[in-house]
């Protein structure tokens, strides 16, 4: 019984993996044909973002076929498994037409659909008992969806009414850091609580982010487990006409303890900083209405509103106080205002979740690497080590890709010696591909072992 | 012995159906709880099967609608059945079937409990005591109030996924994947064993019913109790008659607050959340908008989309909700009970309850604007403190309505011997009575436009010729009570028949 030993798949024979040159696993039906990227040359930073001609060199010469490929699989062979096979793909054309429940047998098919429909969005769905291109063939109850990756979006504009520096689709570094606490708080109680190991945070393209986890696991939950992990994660409650939407129980639960001590790390630079949420007026009197007492809400008034410039963080202590010496002078108050302020902090720094995207297993989300139809970005992964440093600008646009390109081969002439690179990696994409490419990696390495596991189990026998 | 061994069946099964203890040797069912693992080997007649079904059916209502109401069931002992094939009522009864186990286990003794348990081989792996001193603390702030002294509580570790309902409410330790469940929640843990095994019975049984399409006794009796569950859904023919799209706001006023708000944000975004159009959309279907108007409704109303854009993103979802997409389920309007329980608005949502949904001060702003005095917004705020959100509605009908026809809130709200009462006629009989209450959106709207109806004519001199009909048309269906579903009998477009295009 040496299973131990043999049970690791070592990062070598991994990495040898992402290394196979093309011919050998998939037809080489691309042997690298510059002369698109040439033609265009300078007039492609010209084109509209989202050009059918643009994105058709992005889908063949930038798009990271092979991971992708391998990501969606799930199987360190390179032969299609059903996985991939019964995967529902969705795209969105130029005229904004939607083609539901495509599925590919092979790579090659599926990047050959995309450079013929060359769409400007590429949605991912469920994996399905049959193929999805086959779903007419059967009665509609016994097309099911069986798996799918467990997924998170979060979007901006759901804290409109908490931030002040934009609104709508547009970011900035000051509001984005409402993702970055998102994503270490989400991300930590995934990989903590729920024992998740693959996850691939990926930029929506404009103004939100995404979450696939990627795990046997998660893939395989019900609905009705999407839902509890989904109410496990949220906090913010009510719509638009409810002020206080955050209502936590007087002993946290560890996991919010836990998000409560990131929120403090943030609570002072968005809250106080950036965005304005005690200097106007309008903005403080949102907090104000938060407090379940008009005792406080009208102590507090008076006095900002005698010195409006009071330095925020003095403000939010003197909303500290007047809560305490309230509960000083009526201690039957306690129950009611104790943690008022820390439900606050919550209200204004915790993540905001689509619950809708994560708790139904065939719903549709945008794929990482689809380039985004308004802001011209690709979608790119974001590594969560360094996800304080992101910013939503910098990832690129076709053109720039297109500039990159041309620049490289300028500098390097092809030359015998040296392999031949894939067009990513000349460009800044190269960075982003990597950081996708561990997350393949993670995944396949547990198949591995997965499989080694069941072939020993069964020579057992 | 022929007669011997009917009778003895007969009695087999009244025990069976009044669920009580079998006292013969072989004890088939020896505890009253029962994981429905062997089939009651028993020969039962097609009529008999029939009744149990229903009876069954019948508990697991009630205890669904006592459930809604957190009203303690009390007669729960019945027949044994199932008769399932659809997979959403399958669902439906998994879930209605855990109810009425988890009632009947927690009804049970203690000692009952175990014995079951003993019975079942149920292995939970526990958490030792070492584990249990060190992560102390965080079990007990996981559930402060079962786990008290987490020393003398055993924890069993299982898998997340078996304890969703405890992993939603945030109410267990979770940590790498594995919940960390105290005893005291060990009814869930069974409840899932139970859940589990149902459901593979149920997807055998499922399989095995297209056989059974050949047997023509027992697939008229199954497809019955199908719809004898599904078809408490009455027909109301709309009162204001075919609306037109352009009609709309004009009806606003006799909205209930829920729609009016939503219309009002929908005018004013030009533009609602997937929540407020299923919650609006399916109202205006109720109260008379045909499928043609409702896509002309919502095109004007999403001002801001082309025409395109409108039919790629939302006439689908229109013409869904009509049943002419997808599954084609003709979806009936959401009652009270199904928006206030239902999914709680999110941020930027428009739909749910007002009286359940605002923060008192909105709320208050809302009455305001309808001209609610100061006494009647405290009483309804105070309603809504109770949680008896249908019955502030209620009295916001009363209120609002009692102006609407010129009379004082004071004389409606005042019951017996008011002056609309007993004297005019026309009021008492769309009043709300105290017994009753708003159930259902498209009931507030059908009241108060018959209300409305009935006051002009009487105004305009009196009960004339048409006069009798409208006065008997208002009372509410005592047979339906807590569960209305309208559904509207439009033209010849709408009527679609489901069964025969499956």
């Known amino acids: 019984m040496d299973i131990d030993t043999n049970n690791k798949t070592s990062d070598d024979e991994l990495d040898h993996m992402f290394d196979m040159d093309d011919s050998n696993v998939f037809r080489a039906d691309n042997p690298w044909a510059r002369a698109p990227v040439e033609s265009l ?9 989202d050009s059918p001609l643009l994105l058709k060199l992005f889908y063949q010469h930038f798009f990271p076929m092979k991971p992708y490929f391998q990501w969606l699989n799930y199987d360190i062979s390179p032969t299609p498994s059903r996985t991939f096979m019964n995967r529902e793909f969705c795209f969105t054309l130029h005229d904004e037409t939607y083609i539901r429940f495509q599925s590919y047998k092979t790579m090659d098919e599926f990047r050959q659909e995309l450079a013929r429909l060359c769409p400007a969005k590429i949605d991912l769905g469920a994996i399905y008992n049959i193929r999805p291109k086959d779903k007419s063939m059967v009665r509609p109850a016994a097309f099911i969806p069986v798996s799918k990756e467990l997924v998170f979006d979060i979007d901006m504009t759901d804290y409109d009414e908490i931030r002040t520096c934009c609104s709508g689709g547009d970011v900035c570094t000051k509001c984005w850091e409402f993702m970055t606490v998102a994503m270490k708080i989400i991300d930590v109680a995934l990989r903590d609580d729920f024992g998740f190991k693959h996850l691939l945070w990926v930029y929506s393209g404009r103004r939100g982010i995404h979450c696939w986890i990627g795990d046997e696991r998660a893939r395989k939950l019900n609905n009705e487990q999407r839902k509890a992990i989904v109410s496990y994660l949220e906090v913010i409650k009510g719509g638009t006409q409810q002020g206080r939407k955050v209502k936590l129980p007087n002993t946290l639960h560890p996991s919010l303890s836990r998000s409560y001590d990131i929120i403090g790390q943030h609570f002072p630079s968005i809250v106080f900083d950036s965005q304005d949420v005690l200097t106007e007026p309008d903005n403080w009197e949102k907090v104000l209405a938060i407090i379940p007492d008009d005792g406080v809400q009208a102590s507090l008034r008076s006095e900002w509103e005698k010195s409006p410039t009071r330095d925020p963080s003095k403000k939010w202590e003197d909303l500290k106080d007047a809560i305490g010496s309230a509960i000083a002078a009526a201690p039957k108050k306690r129950q009611a205002l104790e943690h008022v302020p820390r439900d606050i902090m919550f209200q204004y720094t915790y993540p905001r979740l689509d619950e809708k995207v994560s708790t139904n297993i065939n719903h549709l989300l945008k794929s990482p690497f689809c380039v985004h139809p308004k802001t011209g970005r690709v979608c790119v992964p974001i590594p969560i080590e360094t996800c304080e440093e992101f910013d939503p600008k910098s990832p690129p646009t076709i053109p720039m890709l297109a500039k990159e390109l041309d620049e490289y081969d300028a500098k390097h002439p092809p030359s015998e010696n040296e392999p031949k690179l894939q067009a990513w990696q000349k460009t800044s994409l190269r960075g982003h591909v990597e950081v996708f490419e561990r997350f393949v990696k993670g995944i396949l390495r547990d198949v591995a072992e997965k499989k080694k596991m069941e072939s020993s189990k069964s020579l057992d026998f | 012995m022929f007669t011997q061994e009917r009778t003895q069946t007969r009695k087999t099964r009244q025990m069976l159906a009044s669920g009580a203890r079998f006292t013969y040797d072989d004890e088939p069912y020896p505890t009253r709880l029962n994981f429905y693992r062997d089939p009651p080997a028993l020969e039962i007649s097609i009529e008999e099967f029939e009744q149990f079904a229903l009876d069954r059916m019948q508990v697991l209502t009630a205890l ?33 079937e855990c109810a009425l186990f988890r009632y009947r286990f927690e009804k049970e003794s203690l000692k009952e409990q175990l014995e079951f348990l003993e019975k079942q081989n149920l292995t939970w792996k526990k958490v030792s005591d070492d584990d249990k001193r060190l992560l102390k603390d965080k079990l007990k702030a996981s559930s402060p109030f ?37 005893l005291a929640d060990q009814v869930v843990l069974v409840l899932d064993e139970f859940r589990e095994r149902l459901a593979q019975a149920l997807e055998v049984t499922g399989r095995a019913l297209p056989r059974m399409d050949e047997d023509n006794r027992l697939m008229p009796v199954l497809n019955n109790i199908n719809k004898q569950y599904l078809g408490r859904e009455f027909t109301t023919s709309a009162v204001a008659g075919e609306i037109q799209a352009q009609d709309v706001d004009a009806l606003k006023i006799h909205m209930p ?5 939503l219309h009002d944000e929908l005018r004013r975004e030009k533009h609602t959340k997937h929540g407020g159009r299923m919650q609006y959309g399916l109202f205006l279907k109720g109260i008379g908008l045909s499928l043609e108007q409702a896509l002309i409704f919502w095109q004007t109303a999403f001002a801001n989309k082309s025409p395109d854009e409108f039919n790629k993103q939302y006439a689908y979802n229109v013409r869904h909700s009509y049943g002419m997409e997808g599954k084609r389920t003709d979806y009936t309007p959401y009652s009270c009970k199904s928006i206030i329980m239902g999914s709680a608005p999110g941020v930027g949502d428009h739909h749910g309850c007002p009286f359940r949904h605002f923060s008192a001060p909105n709320l208050r702003a809302k009455l305001a604007a309808h001209q609610v005095d100061e ?4 009483d309804i705020l105070g309603l809504v ?19 609407m026809i010129g009379g004082s809130p004071d004389t409606l709200r005042g019951g017996s011997g008011s002056a609309l009462a007993s004297g005019q006629g026309a009021g008492s009989e769309f009043r709300v009575a105290s017994q009753e209450q708003i159930e259902h959106p498209n009931q507030f ?26 006065m008997e048309a208002a009372p509410l269906d005592p047979t339906v009570k807590g569960r209305y579903t309208y559904r509207k009998v439009g033209g010849p477009s709408s009527i679609v028949n489901h069964d025969m295009e499956m």
């Open chain 1, 41 to 49: 040359g300078a007039s492609a930073s010209d084109l509209a973002a």
């Open chain 2, 64 to 96: 669904q609608t006592a459930q809604m109401r957190n009203l303690p069931p009390d007669q729960m002992d019945k027949a044994v059945g199932d008769a399932i094939r659809n997979q959403e009522l399958r669902q439906w009864f998994l879930r209605a």
């Open chain 2, 146 to 182: 079962k786990a008290q002294n987490v020393d003398d509580e055993t924890f069993f570790e299982v898998d997340f996924e078996r304890v969703c309902g405890l992993v939603g409410k945030r109410q267990v330790y979770i940590h790498a994947g594995k919940a960390f469940v105290p």
């Open chain 2, 257 to 261: 607050l829920c729609m009016e708000h």
């Open chain 2, 375 to 378: 006494f009647d917004t405290e």
């Open chain 2, 385 to 403: 403190g109770a949680k008896h959100y249908q019955i502030a509605c209620t009295r916001y009908y009363e209120v609002t309505r009692a102006r």
């Open chain 2, 445 to 470: 709207f059908e009241q108060s436009y018959k209300l409305m109806q009935q006051h002009k004519s009487t105004a305009a001199g009196g009960a004339g010729a048409n006069g009798d009909q409208d």
